[in-house]
T-cell receptor, first 109, second 116 residues
Framework: DAKTTQPPSMDCAEGRAANLPCNHS???????VYWYRQIHSQGPQYIIH???NNETNEMASLIITEDRKSSTLILPHATLRDTAVYYC??????????FGTGTQLKVEL | DTEVTQTPKHLVMGMTNKKSLKCEQH?????MYWYKQKAKKPPELMFV???????INESVPSRFSPECPNSSLLNLHLHALQPEDSALYLC???????????????FGPGTRLTVL
């Protein structure tokens, strides 16, 4: 599975959009981008996934660049409850998820 | 019901003890997982069961012994652990390997294990 690079931490004001970047320059054609988050003292939670088209669900939007070498997770209106570690994972499917170090997002008033 | 439950929430054990962690899901998922998470580190995969058979063992020491008695239950038997095994142990489940590529894993809250 391709390796990912994420900034270790980011801050966001409540109510504003949080844009979390992920670099995956070695991604191959059949690999998907998944995002999970882990709120303190809880298990990770699935957010969204995509292959090459932009995706949106009730939690977030995922923007994947045309060359697929990077992506951005967008939380459109961040709240304090969105404070968590966000993991970008690239995998070719199957049952094996390899978590990187993630981005600690802190949403502040 | 989209919940994965884990018991106990906390466990303290000595290096000579034998204990078990339990995980249960009722979502009809056929794949179940154990992860280990040290403080301030990402989760690391330990084992994967698919249709009640062990499909992935990430070179985990034999003092950790997984068991999947049926499709809803997953156990992790612990014996002769070391203090460095202290960590949060997370269980997860997902639909089977055939549901490619949608691989949403549902995680439980974890068992926080302390080995003295």
């Amino acid at each position: 599975d391709a390796k990912t690079t994420q900034p270790p931490s980011m801050d966001c004001a409540e109510g504003r959009a949080a844009n979390l970047p992920c670099n995956h320059s070695t991604i191959s054609g059949n690999e998907y981008v998944y995002w999970y988050r882990q709120i303190h003292s809880q298990g990770p939670q699935y957010i969204i996934h995509g292959l090459k088209n932009n995706e949106t669900n009730e939690m977030a939007s995922l923007i994947i660049t045309e060359d697929r070498k990077s992506s951005t997770l967008i939380l459109p209106h961040a709240t304090l409850r969105d404070t968590a570690v966000y993991y970008c994972i690239v995998t070719g499917g199957g049952n094996k998820l390899t978590f990187g170090t993630g981005t600690q997002l802190k949403v502040e008033l | 019901d989209t919940e994965v439950t884990q018991t106990p929430k906390h466990l303290v054990m000595g290096m000579t003890n034998k204990k078990s962690l339990k995980c249960e899901q009722h979502m009809g998922h056929r794949a179940m997982y154990w992860y280990k998470q040290k403080a301030k580190k990402p989760p690391e995969l330990m084992f994967v069961y698919s249709y009640e058979k062990l499909s992935i063992n990430e070179s985990v020491p034999s003092r950790f012994s997984p068991e999947c008695p049926n499709s809803s239950l997953l156990n992790l038997h612990l014996h002769a652990l070391q203090p460095e095994d202290s960590a949060l142990y997370l269980c997860a489940s997902s639909q089977d390997e055939g549901v490619y590529p949608y691989n949403e894993q549902f995680f439980g809250p974890g068992t926080r294990l302390t080995v003295l």
